[in-house]
């Protein structure tokens, strides 16, 4: 049986390479676009490609599929956090921030509108975050582009329901990945425990994540698009 292609941006973060992880195990056969790789797996392809190169993804992605085939499932994992007090954000901060958590995923789900490129009943995810529903001081780069993703997928799904396409959020909270534990490492133990009180069913894992993602873009998922997933162990409902 032919391998479902999965379209993989940031998969040399703390959790893009957990999804690489997971979905070579299950037989998918990811491809990876970031700066940077240390992965060499089974089922894994990476392409050094830096994300704010905007007019050379349809060159790219079409490179792709010549040696691959049609993708069947496009995955946003790429982001970048700049925590920054508002009155010292300059406007290369919010460029940035934006390119790279909303104009790059807005770029790719518009060219899964090209039958050449993605498959008939492909499926998107991008993650956002659940800043994208809240706030916080420092926060307004990352809230503000994260937040832009809820909109994209809204429109998008309604625009690519007529090829049975599903595009979704999911918004997480903290996971308890390698990540976490180098912040952990770095600030007092009271600030990581007052975090993690915070939290009524606990931090997250990069697990829930995969499920969550293998949910939406299966045939199983005929139903969820155009919404936002919050994961978050309830953090959010207090
Ligand atoms: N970790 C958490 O607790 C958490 C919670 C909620 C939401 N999220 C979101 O989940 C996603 C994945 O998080 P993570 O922890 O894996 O993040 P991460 O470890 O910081 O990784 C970020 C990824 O984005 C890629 N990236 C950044 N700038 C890029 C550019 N110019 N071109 C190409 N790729 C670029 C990086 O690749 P290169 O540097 O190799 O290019 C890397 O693969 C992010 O969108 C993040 O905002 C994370």
Redesign the pocket.
């Given at each position: 049986m032919r391998k479902k292609i999965i379209l993989l941006?940031?998969?040399?973060?703390?959790?893009?390479s957990s999804i690489v992880k997971y979905f070579s195990k299950l037989n998918f056969k990811i491809l990876g676009?970031?700066?940077?790789n240390q992965l060499k797996l089974k089922n894994y392809f990476h392409y050094k490609?830096?994300?704010?190169n905007f007019d050379l993804y349809e060159k790219k992605i079409t490179e792709l599929v010549k040696e691959h085939g049609k993708i069947d499932y496009f995955i946003h994992?790429?982001?970048?956090?700049n925590l920054k007090p508002i009155n010292i954000v300059d406007k290369k901060d919010i460029y940035n921030s934006f390119d790279?958590?909303i104009f790059s995923a807005f770029l790719i789900i518009k060219l899964m509108k090209n039958k050449k490129l993605f498959n008939k009943k492909a499926g998107a995810v991008i993650?956002?975050?659940?800043m994208s529903e809240l706030g916080d001081s420092g926060m307004s780069l990352y809230s503000s582009s994260?937040a832009a993703c809820l909109g994209l997928v809204r429109s998008a799904a309604i625009e690519l329901s007529k090829e049975k396409k599903r595009i979704n959020c999911i918004s997480?909270?903290?996971?308890n990945?390698v990540?976490?534990k180098k912040f952990s490492k770095k600030v007092n133990s009271s600030k990581v425990n007052e975090l993690k009180n915070k939290y009524p069913l606990g931090l997250g894992r990069n697990l829930d994540i995969n499920l969550c993602i293998e949910y939406l873009i299966s045939d199983n998922n005929n139903w969820i698009t155009g919404q936002n997933i919050v994961l978050d162990g309830g953090f959010s409902l207090k």
């Open positions: 941006t940031g998969p040399s973060g703390s959790i893009g676009i970031s700066r940077n490609f830096d994300l704010h994992s790429a982001g970048v956090l790279i958590n993650i956002s975050s659940i994260k997480p909270g903290t996971i990945n990540m976490f």
